[in-house]
Nanobody, 124 residues
Framework: VQLQASGGGLVQAGGSLRLSCAAS????????MGWFRQAPGKEREFVAA????????YYADSVKGRFTVSRDNAKKTMYLQMNSLKPEDTAVYYC??????????????????WGQGTLVTVSS
Protein backbone atom coordinates (compact mmCIF):
# COMPACT_ATOMS: atom_id res chain seq x y z
CA VAL A 1 0.00 0.00 0.00
CA GLN A 2 1.29 3.43 -0.92
CA LEU A 3 -0.06 6.51 0.82
CA GLN A 4 0.20 10.05 -0.47
CA ALA A 5 -0.67 12.88 1.89
CA SER A 6 -1.37 16.39 0.66
CA GLY A 7 -3.11 19.62 1.58
CA GLY A 8 -0.79 21.11 4.15
CA GLY A 9 0.15 24.76 4.17
CA LEU A 10 0.31 28.00 6.12
CA VAL A 11 -2.87 29.27 7.73
CA GLN A 12 -3.72 31.83 10.37
CA ALA A 13 -5.08 30.82 13.73
CA GLY A 14 -8.81 30.20 13.49
CA GLY A 15 -8.53 29.14 9.86
CA SER A 16 -9.17 25.81 8.18
CA LEU A 17 -7.34 23.27 6.05
CA ARG A 18 -8.29 19.94 4.57
CA LEU A 19 -5.71 17.20 4.29
CA SER A 20 -6.05 14.29 1.90
CA CYS A 21 -4.47 10.85 1.93
CA ALA A 22 -4.74 8.83 -1.26
CA ALA A 23 -4.10 5.09 -1.08
CA SER A 24 -2.88 2.99 -3.97
CA UNK A 25 -1.58 -0.49 -4.55
CA UNK A 26 -2.82 -3.41 -2.51
CA UNK A 27 -6.09 -2.87 -0.72
CA UNK A 28 -7.74 -4.78 2.08
CA UNK A 29 -11.30 -5.76 2.78
CA UNK A 30 -11.27 -3.90 6.06
CA UNK A 31 -8.61 -1.81 7.62
CA UNK A 32 -7.99 1.17 9.80
CA MET A 33 -6.54 4.45 8.65
CA GLY A 34 -5.22 7.16 10.86
CA TRP A 35 -3.75 10.63 11.03
CA PHE A 36 -0.78 11.39 13.24
CA ARG A 37 1.29 14.50 13.67
CA GLN A 38 4.75 15.36 14.83
CA ALA A 39 5.82 18.79 15.99
CA PRO A 40 9.50 19.76 16.15
CA GLY A 41 11.20 18.12 19.10
CA LYS A 42 8.15 16.07 20.01
CA GLU A 43 7.04 12.51 19.49
CA ARG A 44 4.57 11.54 16.85
CA GLU A 45 1.06 11.65 18.28
CA PHE A 46 -2.33 10.33 17.34
CA VAL A 47 -4.82 12.75 15.82
CA ALA A 48 -7.72 10.77 14.33
CA ALA A 49 -8.63 7.39 12.88
CA UNK A 50 -11.39 5.87 10.80
CA UNK A 51 -12.50 2.36 9.93
CA UNK A 52 -12.72 1.56 6.26
CA UNK A 53 -16.03 -0.16 6.92
CA UNK A 54 -18.73 1.24 9.10
CA UNK A 55 -18.88 4.70 10.54
CA UNK A 56 -16.49 4.53 13.46
CA UNK A 57 -14.18 7.48 13.94
CA TYR A 58 -11.83 8.33 16.76
CA TYR A 59 -10.14 11.55 17.84
CA ALA A 60 -7.50 12.79 20.19
CA ASP A 61 -8.97 15.00 22.90
CA SER A 62 -6.92 17.93 21.65
CA VAL A 63 -8.70 17.99 18.28
CA LYS A 64 -12.16 16.70 19.19
CA GLY A 65 -14.84 19.08 17.97
CA ARG A 66 -12.44 20.86 15.59
CA PHE A 67 -11.19 18.12 13.28
CA THR A 68 -13.25 15.67 11.25
CA VAL A 69 -11.91 12.53 9.60
CA SER A 70 -13.77 11.05 6.65
CA ARG A 71 -13.20 8.78 3.70
CA ASP A 72 -14.25 8.20 0.13
CA ASN A 73 -14.13 4.46 -0.51
CA ALA A 74 -14.46 4.79 -4.26
CA LYS A 75 -11.46 7.13 -4.42
CA LYS A 76 -9.58 5.23 -1.69
CA THR A 77 -8.93 8.55 -0.05
CA MET A 78 -9.09 9.68 3.55
CA TYR A 79 -9.56 13.30 4.56
CA LEU A 80 -8.92 15.39 7.63
CA GLN A 81 -10.93 18.58 7.82
CA MET A 82 -9.26 20.88 10.31
CA ASN A 83 -11.20 23.88 11.59
CA SER A 84 -10.46 26.47 14.26
CA LEU A 85 -6.77 25.80 13.89
CA LYS A 86 -4.43 26.81 16.69
CA PRO A 87 -0.69 27.49 16.67
CA GLU A 88 -0.21 24.29 18.68
CA ASP A 89 -1.61 22.33 15.72
CA THR A 90 1.57 23.17 13.82
CA ALA A 91 3.24 19.90 12.84
CA VAL A 92 3.99 17.52 10.05
CA TYR A 93 0.86 15.44 9.54
CA TYR A 94 1.17 11.81 8.50
CA CYS A 95 -1.45 9.41 7.29
CA UNK A 96 -1.14 5.72 8.03
CA UNK A 97 -2.88 2.44 7.29
CA UNK A 98 -3.24 -0.78 9.22
CA UNK A 99 -4.22 -3.86 7.21
CA UNK A 100 -6.57 -5.10 9.88
CA UNK A 101 -9.15 -4.00 12.39
CA UNK A 102 -7.17 -2.70 15.32
CA UNK A 103 -8.43 -1.49 18.65
CA UNK A 104 -5.13 0.31 19.29
CA UNK A 105 -5.78 2.84 16.55
CA UNK A 106 -3.97 5.49 18.62
CA UNK A 107 -0.67 3.60 18.60
CA UNK A 108 1.87 4.23 15.85
CA UNK A 109 3.00 0.61 16.04
CA UNK A 110 -0.41 -0.58 14.86
CA UNK A 111 0.20 0.90 11.40
CA UNK A 112 2.40 -0.78 8.81
CA UNK A 113 2.03 1.79 6.06
CA TRP A 114 2.84 5.49 6.25
CA GLY A 115 2.61 8.45 3.94
CA GLN A 116 5.40 10.96 3.53
CA GLY A 117 3.86 13.71 5.67
CA THR A 118 2.54 17.16 4.91
CA LEU A 119 3.46 20.28 6.87
CA VAL A 120 0.78 22.35 8.55
CA THR A 121 1.83 25.70 9.97
CA VAL A 122 -0.60 27.79 11.97
CA SER A 123 0.46 31.35 12.63
CA SER A 124 -0.79 33.36 15.61
Amino acid sequence: VQLQASGGGLVQAGGSLRLSCAASGRTFSDYTMGWFRQAPGKEREFVAAIRWRGNSTYYADSVKGRFTVSRDNAKKTMYLQMNSLKPEDTAVYYCAAASYYTMTYYYTGSYAYWGQGTLVTVSS
